[in-house]
C-alpha cells in the first residue's frame, strides 16, 4: 500500500529522529519540467523551510489557504501547529496534528488530538487559536479524526469503534452524520478526505480494514448522491484525496488510480456537480500521486520511484498538461506536495533534511 495517498493522513506523519539542518531563510529555485509543452511559459516559484520556525526534529504540513497559513504537526509530542501571517504557533491539545485550514473569516482548523485520538476543530479569530472544540462522536464511537474543513466550519473525516471505522461529516454546528458506503459492494470502512464550501465532499470505502484494497474512491453530492470514480483499465483502486471548489458546475478531483503495490498514476477527475457525470478522467503516465487540488484544476502531489526498494520522491504541480516538479529549499530532498490553496499560489508539504523531515511551503510567483 502507498504511504502517502491512501490511509489515515494522520498516521503517515514521517516523523525521524535525527536534527534538522535546513536553511533559515527562503530559497528561489528553479522547477524543473518532466512534461512541458513547448513554447509555454514555466511558473517560478520559492521554497521557505517552515520546520525551521518550530524548532523541531521532524515536521509535516498538511493544509495551506489562500493568506499562505500552513498547519500540520511535528514532533517532539506529536504537537499541531499552525503558520499564521509567517509566525509559528502551536494549537492546543495533547498529542495532536492538524490537517486542515479554511480560508475566510474566522479560520477553522481541523484534525485531532489525545489518546485515543478525538476528532476536532480549532477557530482562529485575528491570529489568535482557540481551545479545541471536540466534534461529536456516536455512541458506540471512541475517537476519531476530521481530515478536511470548509469556511463554514464544516468537516469531514473518520470515526472509529473497537472494530470499525466509518466515513463521517459534521456540520458546522459539530454534529456527526455517518456517510454509509454504497450497498451491496463489501465495503467495510471508510472516511471523508476534503470538503468544498458547496458541501460536496470525497470519501474512500476500503472491502476491509482502513487501507486494506481494493478500495474505491467517490465523489458524494452535496445532495448525498454518490458518483464512483472508478479504476482506469487493468487497475483495482481509487483514491479521492482532494477537492476543488465548484467553477462553471464542476469540480476537480485529484486521486490515484493503483494496478499494484508498485503501478499507480496520479488522476484528476472533472465532474458535474448538477449531473454527477465525470467529464474527464486525466492521467499522468508517471508513479505518481494526486493529494490535492485548487478551484481552477492546479494539482499537486508527489512522484514516487524506488531504486534499490528504496522509494526517491518528488513534488509536483501539474496545471493543465505540464508537470513541474517543485525543488524543496537548498539542502533538502524527497519532498511531498501535501496540500495547495484554493487560489493555487501556496503549497504546503514536506521534505527531508539529513535523518528528518521539515514542513515547506512552496509559494507560486507565476503562470
Not at 529522529?17 to 513547448?38: H, N, W
Not at 495551506?64 to 511535528?74: L, W
Not at 464512483?228 to 462553471?248: H, I, K, R
Request: aromatic share 8%; with cysteine; hydrophobic share 45%.
Amino acid at each position: 500500500m502507498n504511504r502517502f495517498a491512501i490511509g489515515y493522513p494522520f498516521l503517515a506523519l514521517a516523523i525521524t529522529l535525527g536534527a534538522a539542518c535546513a536553511p533559515d531563510d527562503p530559497s528561489v529555485t528553479a522547477p524543473i519540467e518532466s512534461v512541458l509543452a513547448r513554447g509555454r511559459p514555466v511558473a517560478a516559484y520559492t521554497s521557505s523551510d517552515l520546520g525551521a520556525l518550530l524548532g523541531a526534529n521532524s515536521s509535516q504540513a498538511n493544509g495551506v489557504n489562500d493568506a499562505g497559513d500552513v498547519v500540520g504537526g511535528f514532533n517532539p509530542f506529536s504537537t499541531a501547529f499552525a503558520i499564521l501571517n509567517g509566525a509559528a504557533t502551536t494549537l492546543a491539545g495533547a498529542s495532536g496534528n492538524a490537517e486542515a485550514i479554511s480560508n475566510g473569516s474566522p479560520q477553522y482548523v481541523v484534525g485531532f488530538v489525545g489518546l485515543p485520538s478525538q476528532p476536532v476543530r480549532w477557530t482562529i479569530v485575528s491570529g489568535a487559536p482557540s481551545a479545541p472544540q471536540n466534534l461529536a462522536v456516536l455512541s458506540d464511537e471512541t475517537g476519531g479524526a476530521a481530515l478536511g474543513v470548509n469556511d463554514a466550519g464544516a468537516a469531514v473525516g473518520v470515526a472509529f469503534g473497537n472494530l470499525f471505522r466509518r466515513a463521517a461529516m459534521w456540520s458546522d454546528a459539530g454534529v456527526q452524520t455517518t456517510v454509509e458506503p454504497p450497498a451491496g459492494r463489501g465495503f467495510v470502512s471508510g472516511e471523508g478526505r476534503d470538503i468544498d464550501n458547496a458541501g460536496h465532499a470525497v470519501f474512500v470505502f476500503f472491502e476491509g480494514g482502513i487501507n486494506a484494497e481494493p478500495a474505491r474512491g467517490f465523489l458524494r453530492l452535496a445532495s448525498g448522491n454518490l458518483v464512483e470514480l472508478t479504476p482506469l483499465a487493468g487497475d483495482v483502486t481509487t483514491y479521492a484525496n482532494g477537492l476543488s471548489e465548484v467553477q462553471n458546475n464542476t469540480v476537480y478531483i485529484a486521486g490515484t488510480s493503483k494496478a499494484s503495490q508498485f503501478v499507480f498514476r496520479a488522476v484528476r477527475w472533472t465532474v458535474d456537480v448538477t449531473t454527477g457525470n465525470i467529464l474527464a478522467t486525466e492521467v499522468r503516465s508517471e508513479n505518481s500521486h494526486a493529494l490535492a487540488v485548487s478551484t481552477d484544476g492546479a494539482t499537486v502531489g508527489f512522484l514516487e520511484a524506488n531504486a534499490a526498494r528504496t522509494p526517491r520522491f518528488t513534488a509536483f504541480l501539474w496545471r493543465g498538461n505540464d508537470l513541474l516538479a517543485l525543488d524543496p529549499p537548498k539542502g533538502a530532498r524527497d519532498g511531498i506536495a501535501r496540500a495547495v490553496s484554493p487560489s493555487g499560489e501556496f503549497v504546503a508539504g514536506e521534505a527531508a533534511f539529513g535523518l528528518s523531515r521539515s514542513a515547506i511551503r512552496w509559494t507560486i510567483l507565476s503562470p
